[in-house]
């Protein structure tokens, strides 16, 4: 029987299919055992009137593989299209976006000659799950979404990747000074699961000057994780300032399966022309290679590779009078990449993936049900359309409806108190958060109590565009003050 592991594979559009040819052609040089089940993906998927811009039969080889090798592909232009990165995270469970960014001193530019950082980004949650709202004239409101399998989930990986990778420390980046609450569970989740990785250091820096230190000095990190938005923005600049947005591959790691990828486009003004450089897909092949623990290949072509870059056999993106030896082709640089195979690199940091230290693998990640809190119902934030008037003015006729227990207690706008005893210079939207809580802590107060306050508001002729109830778990708020 054979030993092959099945890998699907998609060429993609634009230079997709000469760096995928590129590719495969020196990995299996290499000896890579490897099965390759061919889908086909992109825009001829899309311009034929699928929006997905993959077949359905085509989830059944990933279903079956686990395992996506795909070359960029073009997004037609003009609406309708969906991201088939999008269709493939949700399918596959695609939960963690894993990106090495190295620089290759002096053979690539760069403005950081040490720099090797692997950014670990979540991707299924925060503002991506683009859960969005026009609420008013003025208003329209997108929902940052944090969890706390979702974080453990994440934060566990990243752990779990610098332990098996030979990684010394782990950097989280968030702003839990001013997103007390969810970037705040992001923020006591690493801690928490910091605490089990006592060989891994660990720290945590606010995002914007964590973000100034990553640009200025990047060699003083290993590992970063962090929510999607700040993830999907960071290691593109991590990518770049390493000076090989063009050499960077990636991993997006998932439960039911994983998919491997260059993190440029398929840059169609480059096509057909055996110009575009392989290094990106191919690195991020490097990393599939590793996650079919066939790590003595993956080691075995990235430092053919690394060898290849050292000698100066640079493709038109990277070449560079006087730094490199030799303007290569597409074809022509997998063929010095096939020619070194076996040989190491000098200069620049070989590298080793079968070290005989690392533990099995990482360890899958197991959700305990967080403990169940005592939750009480305290009050209600009520969202009202309104242009009439001052928000004194909506205070003071607010201040006569009341039902159900519950009487106004303070109107926010844009997060501000305007109400009561505001400053008069407040601006103001058409979108005010009226905050009611329970009056009598004694008696019974249910979502009814709720209700017949907003029917109250209904009578008077208010817009209620939005209701959210105020909680309060083990005695602690579960909501932001203003
Ligand atoms: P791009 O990454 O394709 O190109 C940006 C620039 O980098 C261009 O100048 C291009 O010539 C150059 N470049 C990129 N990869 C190169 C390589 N391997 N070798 C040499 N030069 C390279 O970005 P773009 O032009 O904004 O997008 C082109 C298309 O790619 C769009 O349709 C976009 O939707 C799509 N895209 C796809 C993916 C993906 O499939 N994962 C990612 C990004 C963009």
Redesign the pocket.
């Given at each position: 029987m054979s030993q092959n592991v099945p890998i699907t594979v998609a060429h993609?559009d634009?230079?997709g299919p000469e760096?995928m040819d590129a590719t495969l052609r020196i990995i299996q040089a290499a000896g890579a055992k490897i099965d390759i089940e061919t889908i086909e993906i992109g825009e001829k998927v899309y311009l034929k009137g699928n929006p997905s811009g993959i077949e359905d039969s085509s989830w059944d080889s990933l279903r079956r593989t686990k395992v996506f090798l795909?070359a960029?592909?073009?997004?037609p232009q003009g609406g309708g299209f969906k991201s088939?990165?999008v269709t493939a995270r949700v399918t596959l469970g695609l939960y963690a976006n894993v990106r090495p960014c190295v620089s290759y001193h002096p053979f690539v530019d760069t403005k950081h000659p040490v720099m090797d950082v692997v950014i670990i980004r979540e991707n299924e949650e925060d503002l991506y799950t683009g859960i969005e709202y026009r609420q008013t004239d003025e208003v329209v409101q997108g929902l940052k979404l944090i969890t706390v399998p979702g974080s453990e989930k994440i934060i566990h990986y990243a752990f779990e990747y610098a332990r098996n990778n030979g990684r010394k420390k782990v950097t989280c980046f968030m702003k839990d000074n001013i997103m007390k609450m969810t970037d705040g569970l992001f923020h006591k989740t690493f801690d928490r699961i910091a605490a089990e990785y006592p060989d891994i250091e660990n720290e945590s820096w606010i995002v914007d000057i964590g973000a100034a230190k990553l640009a200025d000095t990047p060699e003083n990190f290993d590992v970063i994780v962090m929510e999607n938005l700040y993830g999907d923005i960071l290691s593109d600049v991590a990518a770049q300032i390493a000076g090989s947005?063009?050499l960077a591959g990636s991993a997006n790691i998932g439960e039911l399966g994983a998919m491997f990828?260059?993190?440029?486009?398929?840059?169609?003004?480059?096509a057909g022309q055996n110009?575009?450089?392989?290094?990106?897909l191919l690195l991020g092949a490097v990393l599939m290679l590793n996650h079919i623990n066939q790590k003595d290949i993956a080691a075995k072509v990235h430092n053919a590779w690394l060898k290849t870059i050292e000698d100066g056999v640079h493709?038109?993106?990277i070449f560079k009078e006087g730094v490199s030896a030799k303007k290569v082709g597409t074809k022509e640089f997998a063929d010095a990449v096939i020619e070194r195979l076996g040989e190491k690199p000098v200069k620049l940091k070989a590298v080793d993936y079968v070290r005989t230290d690392a533990p099995k693998g990482i360890e899958p990640y197991k959700y305990i049900k967080a403990p169940v809190a005592k939750k009480e119902l305290v009050g209600v934030d009520v969202f009202l359309h309104w242009h009439k008037g001052s928000a004194n003015e909506l205070g003071n006729s607010l201040k006569t409806i009341a039902a159900g227990g519950l009487s106004i207690a303070m109107i926010a706008n844009r997060g501000v108190k305007v109400y009561p005893n505001a400053s008069k210079d407040i601006f103001c939207t058409d979108l005010f958060r009226c905050r009611y809580f329970n009056a009598n802590k004694d008696a019974v107060f249910t979502n009814g109590n709720i209700i017949a306050l907003l029917s109250k508001l209904d009578e008077a002729g208010f817009d209620v565009v939005q209701t959210q109830n105020l909680y309060e778990f083990d005695g602690v708020p579960g909501y932001s003050g203003a």
């Open positions: 993609g634009g230079i760096i795909k960029p592909i073009t997004t088939l990165n947005v063009g990828e260059a993190i440029h486009g398929s840059a169609p003004r480059r110009l575009a450089n392989p290094s990106g493709t038109y993106d």
